[in-house]
C-alpha cells in the first residue's frame, strides 16, 4: 500500500515551463491559470490549428475580461500573453518540466498522446493527466519512465473551484506526488491526495449524484420537478445545470467510466448520451443566464 500523507516537499522539481496537450474547455481554463499563478512560459496544443487558435483566443479573452474588471494590469495582461504560445509540433514541450493532459476521456487517446510526449521531453519532466475516471497506471503503462506520472485533476471553473485531487498511483513517484502538490500550491490550490481508483473522491460522490439524477429523469420526473426536490440541500447548482458546465459530453462519458467500474452503484443514462448529441440541455436568455430547460431536451427524454 502506498503512503497515504504527503511526500517530502523537498522533493519537488522546480516547475519553469508548462506544457498543456489538449486546447478544450479545461485545458484553456488551466493554462491560463498556470500562466497567471506560476508566471512561466505556457505552450499548448491540441490535433488541430484552429482548436490551439481558439484555445489561445480563449484565454486572451479571460485576459481581456480581468483587465475591463480592473483585476488585471495591462502589463501584467501582456506579459502573460508574451509568456503563451500554441504549437501543433510536440518539439515546442522538450524544456517542459511539467506537461499537463487534458485530451479526450479515452484511455488509448491518453496513451498515445503520453507515448509522443515522452520522445520529446526530457527525462526528468513531470506528466500529469487531469483524467476524471480513468485509472492513472493504465494511462501510463506503455511509458518508458511510468513513474512520473501523477493524476492532477481540476474541476471546472477551474478560476473558482479551490480543489485539485493529486492522484498517487502505484507507480507514481514521490518526486511526481510532491511536485503535483508544490504546484497545486503554487497555483493557489487545495490539494488531496487520493488512490488511483475509479472516480478518485469527487467523482465517486457526484457520478453518484448526477448518474441518479439522471436516472430518476429517465423513470418519469421531470428536470424541474428533481431540481426543485434538491434544492433543500444546498448545492451550489443543481445536477442538471452542472452536467451542463462540464459538458454534456464529458458528463456522459464520466458517468460511463463509473458505471464500468461499478454497475449497480453507478447509472450510465443512454438519454444523456442523447442530450450530448443533441448539444444543450438548458435555455438561456440573451446574457446566458438560465430561463428554464430547452424544450426540445425536454422531448428527448
Ligand atoms: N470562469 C471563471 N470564473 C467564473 C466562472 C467561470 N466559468 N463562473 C463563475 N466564475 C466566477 C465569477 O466571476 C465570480 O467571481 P467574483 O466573485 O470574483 O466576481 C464567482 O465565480 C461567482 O460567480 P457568480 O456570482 O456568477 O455565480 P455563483 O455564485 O452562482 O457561482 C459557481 C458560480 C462558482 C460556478 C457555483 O455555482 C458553483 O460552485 N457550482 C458548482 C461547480 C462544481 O461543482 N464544479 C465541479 C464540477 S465536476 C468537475 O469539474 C469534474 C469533472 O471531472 C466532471
Redesign the pocket.
Known amino acids: 500500500k502506498k503512503p497515504s500523507g504527503a511526500p517530502d516537499s523537498a522533493l519537488a522539481k522546480p516547475v519553469s515551463k508548462v506544457g498543456v496537450i489538449g486546447a478544450g474547455l ?1 485545458a484553456s ?1 488551466f493554462a491560463l491559470l498556470f500562466l497567471r499563478r506560476l508566471e512561466v512560459p505556457v505552450v499548448i496544443t491540441d490535433v488541430s490549428q484552429e482548436r490551439v487558435d481558439k484555445g489561445l483566443a480563449y484565454i486572451a479573452q ?1 485576459l481581456e475580461k480581468l483587465v475591463e ?1 480592473g ?1 488585471l494590469s495591462t502589463d501584467d495582461r501582456n506579459r502573460y500573453l508574451g509568456n503563451l504560445s500554441g504549437s501543433l509540433d510536440y518539439a515546442a514541450f522538450a524544456n517542459c518540466d511539467w506537461v499537463i493532459e487534458a485530451v479526450f476521456e479515452e484511455l488509448e487517446i491518453k496513451r498515445e498522446v503520453f507515448a509522443r510526449i515522452e520522445q520529446v521531453v526530457r527525462p526528468d519532466c513531470i506528466l500529469a493527466t ?1 483524467t ?2 480513468l485509472s492513472v497506471d493504465a494511462i501510463g503503462a506503455n511509458l518508458e519512465h511510468p513513474e512520473r506520472l501523477v493524476g492532477f ?9 479551490p480543489l485539485v485531487e493529486v492522484v498517487r498511483a502505484a507507480k507514481t513517484s514521490e518526486e511526481a506526488v510532491a511536485t503535483a502538490m508544490k504546484v497545486a500550491k503554487n497555483l493557489k490550490k487545495t490539494a488531496v491526495i487520493t488512490s488511483d481508483s475509479a472516480g478518485f473522491v ?2 465517486r460522490l ?1 457520478g453518484f449524484l448526477l448518474g441518479e439524477a439522471m436516472r430518476a429523469v429517465d423513470e418519469g420526473a421531470n428536470f424541474e420537478k428533481v431540481a426543485k426536490a434538491i434544492a433543500p440541500l444546498g ?3 443543481n445536477p442538471f ?2 452536467l451542463e ?2 459538458g454534456l459530453k ?2 456522459a462519458h ?1 458517468l460511463d467510466s463509473m458505471h464500468a467500474f461499478n454497475q449497480e452503484r453507478f447509472y450510465a443514462s443512454a438519454n444523456l448520451h442523447k442530450l450530448a448529441e443533441y448539444g444543450k440541455l438548458l435555455e438561456r436568455d440573451g446574457r446566458g443566464k438560465i430561463k428554464g430547460y430547452d424544450p426540445k431536451a425536454i422531448e428527448i427524454v
Do not use: I, T
Not at 485533476?153 to 473551484?161: E, G, I, K, R
Open positions: 479545461m481554463q479571460e474588471k483585476r487531469n476524471s475516471s485533476h481540476f474541476f471546472n471553473p477551474v478560476a473558482v473551484m469527487v467523482n457526484l448545492l451550489p447548482m445545470d452542472l458546465l462540464v464529458v458528463g464520466v
